[in-house]
């Protein structure tokens, strides 16, 4: 079982929705991240929190809305997607402070765009 | 640009024997590099690791190899199992914060 954990497993939204997607881990980990990855590509990444902060935005458009309201949980706020926004969103964590420490993903939401 | 690059989209490989997955990179500066293996539907799962500093990492049946001069990064599983049978992918860090991941590879072990 992962340990962390992601909802929901599946989304199905309209252009003009908005919904969000949910992280969870419990793991004492410090760094979160948002990856998108499309079929047959490698995961892209998104944006990283780092004690509970934005430290990185891959120049991700401003549909995309992230937020880390505590060290355990990590939201990604969507709102008027487009088609080609439909992929897997991953979320992983890691620990922070020093030394390099891998990423732990959980297993994903599948969001496709109508 | 990728900087990270897995050549192979496929491997083929027969129970029991080694399977080697090889990885090239483009920049010098990464100095950390993980292999993770992704079943269908499930997130990545960190597999092992290696630091710059060296060149060969083993846990059990996985061993990395590093070879900084070549910029190459290979994973040797033996004996393959069909329970290995899955997307692996490798990554590179310079930054904490911040992995690069190759596109893929996936391998099916044959029983």
């Known amino acids: 079982d992962t340990e962390v954990t992601q909802t929901p497993k599946h989304l199905v939204m309209g252009m003009t929705n908005k919904k969000s997607l949910k992280c969870e881990q419990h793991?004492?980990?410090?760094?979160m991240y948002w990856y998108k990855q499309k079929a047959k590509k490698p995961p892209e990444l998104m944006f990283v929190?780092?004690?509970?902060?934005?430290?990185i935005n891959e120049s991700v458009p401003s549909r995309f809305s992230p937020e880390c309201p505590n060290s355990s949980l990590l939201n990604l706020h969507l709102h008027a997607l487009q088609p080609e926004d439909s992929a897997l969103y991953l979320c992983?964590?890691?620990?922070?402070?020093?030394?390099?420490?891998?990423?732990?993903f959980g297993d994903g939401t599948r969001l496709s765009i109508l | 640009d990728q900087q990270v690059k897995q050549n192979s989209p496929s491997l083929s490989v027969q129970e029991g024997r080694i399977s080697i997955l090889n990885c090239d990179y483009t920049?010098?500066?990464?100095?950390?590099f993980l292999w993770y293996k992704k079943y269908p539907a499930e997130g990545p799962t960190f597999l092992i690791s290696?630091?710059?500093?060296?060149d060969k990492n083993e846990d059990g049946r996985f061993t990395v190899f590093l070879n900084k001069s070549a910029k190459h990064l290979s994973l040797h599983i033996v004996p393959s199992q069909p329970g290995d049978s899955a997307v692996y992918f490798c990554?590179?860090?310079?930054?904490?914060?911040?992995?690069?991941f190759g596109s893929g590879t996936k391998l099916n072990v044959k029983p």
């Open positions: 992983a964590s890691s620990q922070q402070g020093g030394g390099n420490q891998p990423q732990h």
């Open positions: 793991m004492g980990h410090r760094a």
């Open positions: 929190y780092s004690y509970e902060k934005l430290s």
């Open positions: 920049n010098s500066m990464f100095d950390y």
């Open positions: 290696i630091s710059s500093i060296k």
């Open positions: 990554a590179a860090s310079y930054n904490f914060n911040k992995f690069y």
